[in-house]
């Protein structure tokens, strides 16, 4: 994606962030905040690599040192580098 699209997305986003909020809110309650300040919309797949700015089932709201983490991981989880080169647990998603 080019950085023109890419800014076409987030102000797709910037447009529909209020609303977003306030829908997401009626369904699952509050959006999260820490003291007056939102959490930030984290897009599950990006916009850089062609994720949906408005798709509800692409955004879920995440704590903002998290959020800023997830941006620190990127280029190296799209660069293929290590840890993200690597394969995990063979069951990751059980308790054992």
Avoid at 8 to 20: M, P, T, V
Avoid at 27 to 51: K, N, Q, T, Y
């Amino acid at each position: 994606m080019s950085s023109h699209e890419a800014k076409l997305a987030r102000g797709k986003w910037d447009g529909i962030r209020e609303s977003f909020r306030q829908k997401w809110s009626k369904r699952f309650g509050e959006w999260p905040e820490e003291g007056d300040v939102s959490w930030p919309g984290h897009h599950i797949r990006d916009l850089w690599h062609g994720g949906d700015p408005v798709d509800p089932n692409n955004i879920i709201p995440v704590g903002p040192n998290v959020h800023d983490e997830y941006g620190r991981q990127y280029p190296g989880c799209y660069a293929g580098q290590a840890p993200w080169n690597t394969v995990g647990p063979d069951l990751p998603y059980t308790d054992t």
